[in-house]
Antibody, heavy 123, light 107 residues
Framework: QVQLVESGGGVVQPGRSLRLSCAASGFTFSNYGMHWVRQAPGKGLEWVAVIWYDGSNKYYADSVKGRFTISRDYSKNTLYLQMNSLRAEDTAVYYC????????????????WGQGTVVTVSS | AIQLTQSPSSLSASVGDRVTITCRPSQGISSALAWYQQEPGKAPKLLIYDASSLDSGVPSRFSGSGSGTDFTLTISSLQPEDFATYYCQQFNNYPLTFGGGTKVEIK
């Protein structure tokens, strides 16, 4: 069965860095685009970043562009999010999510999600 | 970025009620819209994709409709397990965006 397990969250001071990981299992990791989506406390969902199935393209939300970097390691079936210059407004639950294939086509929607990892940016 | 306006932001309903939630993109997105359900403390669950296609395993009381700039999620007969927050998401282009959410509460 598909499993996505995030780790790496914690409490960090503003301006510092953190790297999140998402261990994937139960599917062919190299066949799927992977995303990060976050949710601030009591707020809605915000898409953060995507990396295509082959790593050829990456896109970011404007709010994190230039500060966050998404990457993946096919040998470890793991997705990463390197977060630099963290701000208080980056405080959120961070989910990794798998892109869906429906009716034979890729849809940039999310059919499997991890349980989330909490990032708190505070002095 | 395409903005998605969801309404209402919250509603109170009883078991058995018909519930309708709307999602209006700031520009046309054809049928590139999905709906998710999120229970407190849990990850979202995909309900509908391509505006009206029911995802596998989702009860048939859920349905979606619309295209362009006007979309609707309908729950035909609200069940106790349906009390949750619902989000629309557009996948017409990047950046991907979500609506602000609709919290469905027990009346």
């Amino acid at each position: 069965q598909v499993q996505l397990v995030e780790s790496g969250g914690g409490v960090v001071q503003p301006g510092r860095s953190l790297r999140l990981s998402c261990a994937a299992s139960g599917f062919t990791f190299s066949n799927y685009g992977m995303h990060w989506v976050r949710q601030a406390p009591g707020k809605g969902l915000e898409w953060v970043a995507v990396i295509w199935y082959d790593g050829s393209n990456k896109y970011y939300a404007d709010s994190v562009k230039g500060r966050f970097t998404i990457s993946r390691d096919y040998s470890k079936n793991t997705l990463y999010l390197q977060m630099n210059s963290l701000r208080a407004e980056d405080t959120a639950v961070y989910y990794c999510a798998r892109e869906a294939r429906r009716d034979g086509y890729i849809r940039t929607i999310f059919d499997y999600w991890g349980q989330g990892t909490v990032v708190t940016v505070s002095s | 970025a395409i903005q998605l306006t969801q309404s209402p932001s919250s509603l109170s309903a009883s078991v058995g009620d018909r519930v309708t939630i709307t999602c209006r993109p700031s520009q046309g997105i054809s049928s590139a819209l999905a709906w998710y359900q999120q229970e407190p403390g849990k990850a979202p669950k995909l309900l509908i994709y391509d505006a009206s296609s029911l995802d596998s395993g989702v009860p048939s009381r859920f349905s979606g409709s619309g295209s362009g700039t006007d979309f609707t999620l309908t729950i035909s007969s609200l069940q106790p397990e349906d009390f949750a927050t619902y989000y629309c998401q557009q996948f017409n282009n990047y950046p991907l965006t979500f609506g602000g959410g609709t919290k469905v509460e027990i009346k």
